[in-house]
Nanobody, 123 residues
């Protein structure tokens, strides 16, 4: 079993910064890709940023130039540095990973999600 534990959410004023972290633990062989998603009130969950095992990154247009995703392979951890925050960034932020894991004597590839962390940006 793999668990993702997020941290770093909270309340911040517009223009401020927050750094989200997500640590994976369990029978992990390798994390192939990480992603941060968010879901605001009344909205569908959307991709914010992603990073592959080759460190290729992708960002939603709405956060380009303000958010930065990074990973620490040794710690099985991904980060999301969020700068110049806006009230419209208010949402629950979810961590995602695609990982190779041990299943008995073989390996499988699964997707995993964190429990979510609230980010609230006040105007």
């Amino acid at each position: 079993q793999v668990q993702l534990v997020e941290s770093g959410g909270g309340l911040v004023q517009a223009g401020g910064s927050l750094r989200l972290s997500c640590a994976a633990s369990g029978s992990i062989i390798r994390i192939n890709a990480w992603g941060w998603y968010r879901q605001g009130p009344g909205n569908q969950r959307e991709l914010v940023a992603s990073i592959t095992s080759g460190d290729s990154t992708n960002y939603a247009d709405s956060v380009k130039g303000r958010f930065t995703i990074s990973r620490d392979n040794a710690k099985n951890t991904v980060y999301l540095q969020m700068n110049s925050l806006k009230p419209e960034d208010t949402a629950v932020y979810y961590c995602y990973c695609n990982a190779d894991v041990w299943r008995l004597v073989t390996t499988r590839v699964y997707d995993y999600w964190g429990q979510g962390t609230q980010v609230t940006v006040s105007s």
